[in-house]
Nanobody, 119 residues
Framework: VQLQASGGGLVQPGGSLRLSCVAS????????MGWFRQAPGKQRELVAA???????NAADSVKGRFTISRNNAKNTVYLQMNSLKPEDTAVYYC??????????????WGEGTLVTVSS
């Protein structure tokens, strides 16, 4: 299984970006999928994710600005980021918990895409 993320880049404060992540390979079922980020000198943190039940979790710092969505048919998750702030600067990682068989899920990470918010 591979997770391929795209959509990062440089944006001015107040701007928007949309990240995409596609899961490919041997996928029996996706149990959860979302985004984490890691800023320089900080620990990796949850940004937003779909739970196995289909609900969403999001960090307080992004609520009202970021929206997570998905296309199940395409095994793709999106992160629409609006009103970006310099403190959103980080490497954003796609994450998924995937059943490659019917038995036990495995955790997968994408390589990360850099988001830089700066004027």
């Amino acid at each position: 299984v591979q997770l391929q993320a795209s959509g990062g880049g440089l944006v001015q404060p107040g701007g928007s970006l949309r990240l995409s992540c596609v899961a490919s390979g041997r996928i029996f079922r996706i149990n959860g999928m979302g985004w984490f980020r890691q800023a320089p000198g900080k620990q990796r943190e949850l940004v937003a994710a779909f739970t196995p039940a289909g609900s969403t979790n999001a960090a307080d710092s992004v609520k009202g600005r970021f929206t997570i969505s998905r296309n199940n048919a395409k095994n793709t998750v999106y992160l629409q980021m609006n009103s970006l702030k310099p403190e959103d600067t980080a490497v954003y990682y796609c994450y998924a918990r995937i059943f490659t068989t019917e038995y036990s899920p495995l955790d997968f990470w994408g390589e990360g895409t850099l988001v830089t918010v700066s004027s």
